[in-house]
């Protein structure tokens, strides 16, 4: 059983910047994959960024060279630093993780990007 407590979002202004946090309850490196999903009003649940544990990671065409997700090992936390936010990047940002062939999710925090 995996727990991932995510926080750090928050209202930002168009061009600005947040970072996302998730904590896992396990060892990191015993996740196959970590990941950031988003969800606006009126849409499907959508991949943002994941990492997988070997290293490599993988992005939405829609965030590439904007957001960047990282891990830190000893503090079993995934982060996504998101940069130059946008109105379209308002949702609900969701942590995920894959282990074995358990899926695990966070609570949800809310990302609010103003114009």
């Known amino acids: 059983q995996v727990q991932l407590v995510e926080s750090g979002g928050g209202l930002v202004q168009a061009g600005g910047s947040l970072r996302l946090s998730c904590a896992t309850s396990?060892?990191?490196?015993?996740?196959?994959?970590m990941g950031w999903y988003r969800q606006a009003p009126g849409k499907q649940r959508e991949l943002v960024a994941a990492?997988?544990?070997?290293?490599?990671?993988n992005y939405a065409d829609s965030v590439k060279g904007r957001f960047t997700i990282s891990r830190d090992n000893a503090r079993n936390t995934v982060y996504l630093q998101m940069n130059s936010l946008e109105s379209e990047d308002t949702a609900v940002y969701y942590c995920?993780?894959?282990?074995?062939?358990?899926?695990?999710w966070g609570q949800g925090t809310q990302v609010t990007v103003s114009s």
């Open positions: 990492i997988i544990r070997g290293g490599s990671t």
């Open positions: 396990g060892s990191i490196l015993s996740i196959n994959v």
């Open positions: 995920y993780a894959l282990w074995g062939i358990h899926q695990y």
